[in-house]
């Protein structure tokens, strides 16, 4: 089964790299990035892992981090669609959130306190409950079509822009926000150190001596428009969804199967669905993490399906940014489909023989007008989109 391209009319954005979108891609095409230890907590832990964190920012009192960088991304993305609040009412709109914290788990302080204290104060638990990132937006905007938070791992972005993407072709709206959101916390931060597979200086991913992750935050929201609304505003397409892929190869909890055949086979599905030839793929936006196994393996099916593509790994600019990698990524992908460029992959120095590829060295341009993204994640879940360039 084809399925029909699905037009991207607005995107947002907000991470380490900038608090919008073009303060992000700026910071990408300079080479530009300061991931410094945490500062919106502390560790005991004896090493200071650097993060990627966004600063200069306000969360409102009654929301929690993640869903409060969801919002300040819908609310860019809205803007540059030139979707207003009237003709939003007017209109089925959807939203579809990818997440993995989901901020919930970062409460540490009303679980001591629940524990030493015999009748805690509410007021967290009441934050958490106001905080699903999907349900902030559509109450934010009063939207009444689905809604819906994916949390599947680090692929939940990707996820949520292909499952919004089949909202508009199948009719359930006329409109869908759609991406990924993730804060920084204590938790998190202290969990993945112990998986050991993060990295004590900026990571460096695809190369040699790559040693891990380091972790990041954002929020990351495509505006899909359906046809018919899109005709009606006469609104050009920034980009558009040609296809999306996703299996698992239920292999480990926390590593990739070593042949790939998750990422080969959500590949096959992609590029199925999309009617796309793997020839006419400019550029791999990969997964691209830093750590060992993943990069060993993306970069050898890469090798095999899409070989001499160029490919870079954004994460050294963003950190992993968990639910919201896939989704800002998505972004990240069609705005260079928009440029006709795309950055270095920052933090890749020494070739490793063992890996199928190496990473762009340096800002690259390319003619093509159709691009890929990756994401793998725990779990083995595996979930690429493919985008097409936007209308001139």
């Not at 947002?12 to 991931?35: K, Q, V």
């Not at 001596?209 to 018919?228: H, I, Q, Y």
């Not at 968990?322 to 992908?333: C, Q």
Request: include cysteine; charge should be negative.
């Amino acid at each position: 089964m084809t399925y029909s391209p699905v037009a991207i009319t607005g995107m947002g954005c907000i991470c380490a790299a900038g608090n919008n979108l073009g303060d992000s891609m700026a910071s990408l095409f300079s080479g530009t990035r300061a991931p410094v230890p945490p500062v919106s907590f502390t560790s005991n832990h004896p090493i200071n892992y650097p993060v990627f964190e966004v600063h200069n920012f306000t969360v409102p009192a009654d929301l929690l981090r993640t869903s409060a960088l969801g919002l300040h991304a819908a609310r860019e993305a809205l803007d540059d669609a030139g979707l207003d609040r009237e003709l939003l009412s007017t209109l089925r709109v959807g939203v579809c959130v990818g997440t993995t914290v989901g901020c919930a788990i970062s409460n540490e302080m009303f679980c001591r306190e629940y524990r030493s204290v015999s009748v805690p104060g509410m007021g967290p638990l009441e934050r958490i409950l106001r905080s699903n990132p999907a349900a902030v937006i559509a109450r934010e905007f009063d939207f009444s079509g689905p809604c819906q938070t994916i949390v599947n791992a680090c692929s939940s972005g990707t996820d949520a822009v292909g499952l919004a993407a089949s909202w508009i072709r199948s009719g359930a709206c006329d409109v869908a926000l759609a991406g990924g959101a993730d804060e920084l916390g204590r938790i998190t931060y202290i969990g993945f150190i112990s998986l050991l597979i993060t990295d004590e200086s900026p990571c460096k991913p695809f190369d040699v001596n790559r040693k891990g992750l380091n972790l990041g935050e954002a929020g990351a929201m495509l505006v899909l428009e359906s046809e018919r609304v899109r005709t009606m505003r006469k609104k050009k397409a920034r980009s558009f969804v040609l296809g999306y892929g996703s299996a698992c190869d239920a292999y480990h909890l926390t590593a990739p199967k070593p042949d790939g055949a998750g990422l080969k086979n959500a590949l096959a599905e992609a590029f199925a669905c999309s009617n796309t030839d793997p020839a006419a793929i400019a550029f791999v936006n990969a997964h691209g993490t830093g750590t060992p196994d993943n990069d060993r393996v993306e970069t050898m099916v890469l090798a095999e399906v899409l070989p001499g593509v160029p490919f870079l790994s954004t994460k050294g600019y963003t950190g992993h940014t968990l639910g919201a990698a896939g989704a800002i990524e998505a972004i990240f992908t069609a705005a260079c489909l928009e440029l006709g460029k795309i950055p270095a992959n920052i933090g890749f120095s020494t070739p490793d023989p063992e890996l199928g590829g190496n990473p762009v060295t340096e800002n690259t341009p390319f003619s093509g007008t159709i691009a890929l993204s990756e994401s793998l994640a725990f779990g083995g879940n595996n979930s690429v989109i493919i985008l097409g360039k936007g209308e001139v």
